[in-house]
T-cell receptor
């Protein structure tokens, strides 16, 4: 089946710094990828839709200048959390639809802790 | 009212039991229905997906969609302790290229 890979799996950074999370589709091309955020014991919250070759579409309430998304190629999307603060600490997950567009596969997720 | 309703549980069953997980929804435009399993501190893992109404079986898992009732189910036969996880239903009006609408997730615990 399709595989989506995220890196890093976990990261700790200092408050005020920026952190980049990569999402790769390993055996298929993805013109669209989705970025989610998940707080403990809660469901996934869609942050933005990443589109290859164009600007990302952000959900209401998500700061596009804080969460920079770049879909550089058909297999790579990146999420950069800029000027990170402790309240940005969370589980970030990316996903991509399969080549037929029938369903969506998720990455393993990235744990961000801002200290 | 949320677009997708799912009882968060927790649901606790003995090993070997048949587990029934359910979601209801309000948007009649939903055509694609998915079930994901999520272990603690991991990304969701796709279990099943179905298009429109009907049943689909894969090993110990059976997914059912009843569009007339706006109701979907996931059955797990011969449940195992390794099935202990959170199960998320998700749906979309037009497949994977559009964002999924998730249920809250049901926490399942299968005890030996």
């Amino acid at each position: 089946g399709a595989v989506v890979s995220q890196h890093p799996s976990w990261v700790i950074c200092k408050s005020g710094t920026s952190v980049k999370i990569e999402c790769r589709s390993l055996d298929f091309q993805a013109t669209t990828m989705f970025w989610y955020r998940q707080f403990p014991k809660q469901s996934l919250m869609l942050m933005a839709t990443s589109n290859e070759g164009s600007k990302a579409t952000y959900e209401q309430g998500v700061e596009k200048d804080k969460f920079l998304i770049n879909h550089a190629s058909l297999t790579l999307s990146t999420l950069t959390v800029t000027s990170a603060h402790p309240e940005d600490s969370s589980f970030y997950i990316c996903s991509a639809p399969d080549s037929l567009g029938n369903t969506i596969y998720f990455g393993e997720g990235s744990w961000l802790t801002v200290v | 009212q949320k677009e997708v309703e799912q009882d968060p549980g927790p649901l606790s069953v003995p090993e070997g039991a048949i587990v029934s997980l359910n979601c209801t929804y309000s948007n009649s435009a939903f055509q694609y229905f998915m079930w994901y399993r999520q272990y603690s501190r991991k990304g969701p893992e796709l279990l099943m997906y179905t298009y429109s109404s009907g049943n689909k079986e894969d090993g110990r898992f059976t997914a059912q969609v009843d569009k007339s009732s706006k109701y979907i189910s996931l059955f797990i036969r011969d449940s195992q302790p390794s099935d202990s996880a959170t199960y998320l239903c998700a749906m979309s009006p037009s497949g994977g290229y559009n964002k999924l609408i998730f249920g809250a997730g049901t926490r399942l615990a299968v005890h030996p």
